[in-house]
């Protein structure tokens, strides 16, 4: 008889140009030093995102609704560094995807099909809704797992440690109660 | 320079975070399922490998400090939303981004939602600031300060974690 661990998925897919994660690591700890010393602006993400948000509610809501706005009115949308920065990123990733040969377009990622279905309205839904409070959640906390998970952490910041603890526990309570004790093979 | 530096800084994060596959959903949602380490082994170096620069950085005064303020109920309620919506999106917001310039289109749903996560956090802002992040707000306070305990003692006892962690992994993927 068939074991069940018989149809365990392969692990060598697009694997040919990864890198070491210990080295990616090293890599963005060095980054950072850069982001410090030359940029003056630690690496982060949902910040200049909530930004880039405000154009959007000015077409959606009208110009006056954003100008007035307490949270953006600080800080208007323009073409500064944490904007330019999230262009050069997916850049980056697409360059690298593309170099790799793993560019691939994927609607229904593994995870998400083992446990939910191979249904397209169900899985962007859930992906845009989860979107929307994870956006919540990084600005009311005030960053996200690049400003505080490791920006915020190698600073040794009281919110920043405090954030990925809870963001860690949750998670990994959270994938218990949706995937199960064993995740998805 | 004022261009090109954000922008290259950007494609060197998006590209690494390519590299490592964290900008696969399943790499992510194995984290916490303890199927797969690879987020926490980007992170961890990450975090002491940079904070140990920055640390030296800061001492010779070439950088200064950007902390976040601590408004603890805020950053609890928003890491517990947080934590919670990672593990029905399989992305955080970087790797999101740079997931849908690789091709997941359910990135891109994500990061539409995201969009309007901010919309909605921006037009409850007053009312959040004033009976939330008010709340328990400390400062922009950091652990060594807090605690007395000095920064290279947090690095060597986060460098003494990630030993143990790293090599009990690679001994038993070996």
Known sequence: MAMPTDHVASKTEGRRLDLSPYLVGASIGVLSWVAFAVSKEPIGVTTPLSRVAAPVAAAIFGNEAVAANPYWSPMPFSWDYGVLFLIGMMAGAFVSSLASGTFRLEAVPRFWRGRFGGSLIKRFAAAFFAGALMMFGARMAGGCTSGHGISGVLQLALSSGLFIVVVFASAIIGSRVVFGRRGIK | ?174
């Open chain 2, 1 to 174: 320079m004022s261009v090109v530096l954000p922008l290259l800084m950007g494609y060197v994060f998006g590209f690494l975070l390519h590299r490592a596959r964290v900008t696969d959903s399943n790499v992510i949602e194995g984290q916490f399922c303890f199927c797969d380490f690879t987020m926490i082994k980007v992170m961890l170096p990450a975090i002491i490998i940079g904070g140990l620069g920055v640390l030296v950085l800061v001492r010779i005064g070439d950088a200064q400090y950007y902390i976040k303020d601590a408004n603890l109920l805020g950053v609890l309620l928003g890491a517990v939303m947080f934590g919670v919506a990672l593990v029905f999106f399989g992305y955080c917001p970087g790797t999101a981004l740079a997931a849908t310039a690789t091709g997941s289109l359910h990135a891109l749903a994500g990061v539409l939602g995201m969009i309007a996560g901010a919309i909605l956090y921006a037009f409850s802002y007053g009312w959040i600031k004033a009976n939330i992040l008010d709340v328990w707000a400390l400062g922009k306070v950091r652990l060594p300060e807090l605690t007395g305990v000095h920064d290279i003692v947090w690095f060597a006892g986060l460098g003494l974690i990630a030993l143990v962690l790293f090599v009990w992994l690679e001994r038993r993927a070996a």
